[in-house]
């Protein structure tokens, strides 16, 4: 269970900003999630390397199926979305929750 949602949206600043402004953005992310009878308590957003990261933080717990639909219907990235089914296929709804990660900076493995 959690109470953060996550969307990446791997799209330049530019054709971003082309499209629409944080602000519409966030405004109709929260419109989908009020429609889906929850509401958001507070939200982040980050800018990554590809696009942007938004983090939603909402009223109540909801099970990593409901999350992963969430995310879907917000506009995350597909790819994405199929990695969290097949993980909470995999592995349950008590360790999908750990797969479930956005970062703002990309780690390297280090060469041996």
Known sequence: MTKIVKVDIDLSHKNFDFLTSENEFINTRIAIIEKLGYKVTNYKILKSKHGYHFYFYINKDITMKEMIKMQFL????VHRVAYNIMRLQN????????FNILFSKKFKRKKK
């Open 74 to 77: 917000l506009g995350d990235d």
């Open 91 to 98: 592995f349950g709804e008590k360790y999908a929750l750990y």
